[in-house]
């Protein structure tokens, strides 16, 4: 199957993008799947919304059966030239200016942790001395 297999580019496979003639790439191999789009049992959207690119991961996430993988051996037209294919480029979330989630000033939380010790300390005291005396 692969040893004299015409090798398409990524331009050339997504010219194949229609209902009446529509190809996956699917791990390295061309798949012209136009007989298959009435048979599909997700329907022919999902396939035609896998053209034009490396289908690879959508098929693979779904789970296809070893039935469904037999299949696409009579659907096979061809190699794809691995350098046309774009690398996958990792997501790297847009720059975004700090935020400072802390409104109050550094002062009055300054102020708040010296006087909040004290305020209970002298509570502390003041029950103390008061239970002390009745």
Known sequence: MAGDAKVYTLAEVSTHNSSKDCWLIIGGKVYDVTKF???HPGGDEVLL???????????EDVGHSTTARAMMDEYYVGEIDGTTIPK???Y???KQPHYNQD???EFVVKI?????PLL???????VRFYTKSA
């Open 37 to 39: 789009l009435e048979d």
């Open 49 to 59: 919304s896998s053209t034009g690119k490396d289908a690879t991961d959508d098929f």
């Open 120 to 126: 209970i300390l002298g509570f502390a005291v003041g």
């Open 92 to 94: 790297t979330p847009p």
């Open 112 to 116: 708040l942790q010296f006087l909040v």
């Open 88 to 90: 996958k480029v990792a």
């Open 103 to 105: 409104k109050t000033s």
